[in-house]
C-alpha cells in the first residue's frame, strides 16, 4: 500500500509540474529505490528523462537533492528549466559572485531550495563547510561515466566523489549516465562506494534517430548533403561535430558562404565568444554549430533535427551521446556520419600520445568496425551496450540498401565452440588460425590442436574469418574482454546459438552495398512507435497534416516572441512536442490547454491566454 500511495503521489507531481500523465521506462521503479533510499545505478539514453529519476525524489522528500554536473552551462539549463515549472532550484558556481551563492545556501538551509547544482569541485570545496543542520535528501551524480577510467570522458575530479559516501553515509546517491559499457558500470559504482545498488539499464534503442554513415565523398559533396540537411530542417536546428577546431572553422566559413546560418563552437575561443555561440543557439538567433566534442552537453534543446559528424569519433560512447542530442522530443531526426583512413590515423595518432593506449585502441576499433558494418547500424550500435534484438531497424542506410544475407548459423556455431573449447582465453587471429588448422607453435604448445574444432574452417579465407567474426562481435554473440587481454567470450546469446535455440544470419562477405544518405523518402513504419521513421522527412510534417503547419509556424513565433521576452530559450517554454500537439487539438480553453502533454500547473497558469488566443485567432 506505501508502494501505492508513493506512486500516486509521484504521479501527482509529475503532472503537476511537468505535464505528463505517466511514467516512462523505468522512471516509477527508480524513483521508488531512491525514495526508499537505495544506492541507484541509472542507464538511460540521452532524452530518455534521466532527469526526472531524481528530480521527483526531491520533491517527495524533505530537504534538497544536491546534483552534481560537470558544465556550468548544463546546470543553468537545468534550472532555467525547472524554475519555470514552479520548482524552486538554484546552482552555485563559479560565474556567480560570492554574495549570490551565500545568498542560495541561506536559501537552502531554510529549507527554500529542492534541487541544487554543483560541480564536482564545488561540491567537494563546500560539502565540509555545510552547517550540520542541512538536510540532504538525495546526492545525483549527473554524466557518471566521467568519473571512470573506462569511460570516454574520464575526469579526474570525479574520481573523488566517493568522499561523499564518507561524509554522508545515510544519504542515497543515484549515479546516471547515458553511456557505460560493462566495464564502465562496474567501475562507476566502485569508485561511487556505492552500497548494494540498484542497476537500471533502459533501451539505449532511440529508433526516431536515422542511422547512416559514409566514407568521405569528398569535400564538395559532403558541403552538398550537409546543406540538403539544413534546408530540409529550415525551421530547426542541427549541430556538425569536427575533429579540430581548424575543420570547425573551415567548416562553418563554407558553409556561411552559401548563406547558411552558421556558428563556430570550440575550446580555443573565449569564453565570451563561446558563451554567445551557445546562447544564440539556444535561444534559436542561429541555426547550426560546427563543433568540436565539447559542445551541446546536457542542453535540452528540443528541435536539433539532425548530427552530423565530420569525422569519425573516438568512440561509440562518445558517438551515441553526441547524436543523442537530435531528436529529444522524440520527433524524426538524422545522424549522418562521414568518415576516412585519414580520420583513424589521426585518432591513433592521439590515442598513442595519450594515457590508456589499449582500451582507447580497442574502442576506437569498434567505431570503426560501426562505420564499416554491413549490419543493421541499430543493432550494432545496441549490442555494444549489450542490448540485444532479433530484428532490423528499417531506419538506417544499411537497411534502407541492404546486402545480400545469408544462413551463418554454421559459420557462428564452429567459431562458437572453438571459443569455448579453447577456455575463452584466445583472441580473434588465433581463433581464425585454429578454425584455419594453422601449426602455429603456440597454437601447438597450448593444446589447441586437439581440440575437436580445430581445422573445422579451413574452406574459408583468414579475411573472410574475420568478417563474420565482425558480425557475430555486432550481433551480440560474442564479446571482447578488453580487461583480460581482448580474449573473445561468448555471450548467454552467443550459447543460444550453440544450442540450436538461435539461427544467425549474416551478410555476405565482400557484398558491394549501395550506401547512400538519407533521401527524405518516407520507408516501412516503425516497428515500435508506430510512427513513419523517414528522417527525411520535417519533423513538424510527420507529427501534424498539412493544414496545421501553418498554425505550429505561428505557434513557433509566439513561442519565440515570449522567449524573448523573458530571456530564456524557446524550448524552456514549451517543446516542439508539445506545440505539435497543441497544433492538432486547438485549445480554447484553460482545460483545454492544460491536457496537453508537457504542459503542468505553472505553464498553464502562465501561457494558456497567450496560447489560446493565438489559436483562436487563427481559427477565426
Known sequence: MENQTLTDKALALLRRFFGYTSFRDRQAEIISAITSGRDCLVLMPTGGGKSICYQIPALLQPGVAVVVSPLIALMKDQVQALIACGIPAATINSTQSDEENLRIMESVGRGHIKLLYMSPERLLLDATRWPENMRISLFAIDEAHCISQWGHDFRPEYARLSILRELFPKVPVIALTATADRLTRDDIAARLALRNPAIFISSFDRPNI??????????????????????????????????????????????????????????????????????????????????????????????????VHNNLPRNIEGYYQEIGRAGRDGLPAEALLFYSFADIATLRSFIDEGERQMINMEKLTRMQEYAETSLCRRRVLLSYFSEHTDSDCGNCDVCLHPPTRFDGTIIAQKALSAIIRCQEKVGANMLIDILRGSARTDIISRGYDRIRTYGAGRDLPASEWRAYL?????????????????????????????????????????????????????????????????????ATTTATNLADQALLKELKRLRMALAKIEGVPPYIIFNDRTLCEMAQTRPLTKDEFSSITGIGETKTEKYWKHFTRAIKKFSE
Not at 534546408?231 to 558553409?255: F, M
Not at 546562447?279 to 551541446?296: M, S
Not at 546459438?497 to 538461435?502: I, K, P, Q, S
Open 470 to 538: 565482425l558480425q557475430m562481435l555486432q550481433l551480440g554473440f560474442i564479446e571482447i574482454a578488453y580487461d583480460r587481454g581482448n580474449h573473445l567470450r561468448v555471450t548467454p546469446y552467443g550459447r543460444s546459438v550453440l544450442t540450436g535455440a538461435t539461427n544467425v544470419t549474416l551478410a555476405r562477405f565482400l557484398h558491394e552495398r549501395h550506401n547512400t544518405a538519407p533521401t527524405g523518402k518516407t520507408p516501412k513504419t516503425d516497428r515500435k512507435t508506430g510512427r513513419k521513421t523517414s528522417a527525411g522527412c520535417s
Open 210 to 307: 536515422r542511422l547512416t554513415a559514409r566514407p568521405n565523398p569528398g569535400r564538395e559533396t559532403k558541403l552538398k548533403m550537409i546543406g540538403e540537411l539544413i534546408r530540409r530542417y529550415a525551421d530547426d536546428s542541427g549541430i556538425i561535430y569536427c575533429l579540430s577546431r581548424k575543420s570547425a572553422e573551415q567548416t562553418a566559413a563554407e558553409l556561411k558562404a552559401r548563406g547558411y546560418s552558421v556558428a563556430v563552437y570550440h575550446a580555443g575561443l573565449s569564453p565570451d565568444e563561446r558563451d554567445r555561440t551557445q546562447h544564440d543557439f539556444i535561444h534559436g538567433n542561429v541555426q547550426v554549430v560546427c563543433a568540436t566534442v565539447a559542445f551541446g552537453m546536457g542542453i535540452n534543446k528540443s528541435n536539433i533535427r539532425f548530427v
